[in-house]
């Protein structure tokens, strides 16, 4: 099992930037990748970045240029930098870590969320 644990959300003006952190634990080798999803109400969960074990990158093209997903293995964690927050970026925010073997995903793993919200 994985335990993931979120936080750095909050109220931020649009323009504003906001840094998300996510702290894993457990069986940590099992994880392939990382991922930040987010949740606006009313709407279904989207991704917003993933990063995989090789370093390989993806942005959700609502969020390119504007958000960078990083990791830092030796504390197991992962970051969200959010810079020019809009309204629309108001949402809960998930941590994701995914386990992958052979080709199949094998076990999602979520944390609790944490809430962004931009005024303008």
């Known amino acids: 099992q994985v335990q993931l644990v979120e936080s750095g959300g909050g109220l931020v003006q649009a323009g504003g930037s906001l840094r998300l952190s996510c702290a894993a634990s457990?069986?940590?080798?099992?994880?392939?990748?990382v991922a930040w999803y987010r949740q606006a109400p009313g709407k279904q969960r989207e991704l917003v970045a993933r990063?995989?074990?090789?370093?390989?990158?993806n942005y959700a093209d609502s969020v390119k240029g504007r958000f960078i997903i990083s990791r830092e293995n030796a504390k197991n964690a992962v970051y969200l930098q959010m810079n020019s927050l809009k309204a629309e970026d108001t949402a809960v925010y998930y941590c994701?870590?995914?386990?992958?073997?052979?080709?199949?995903?094998?076990?999602?793993?979520w944390g609790q969320g944490t809430q962004v919200t931009v005024s303008s």
């Open positions: 457990g069986s940590t080798f099992r994880i392939n990748s």
């Open positions: 990063i995989n074990s090789g370093g390989n990158i």
């Open positions: 994701n870590a995914r386990e992958v073997s052979g080709g199949l995903v094998r076990n999602d793993y």
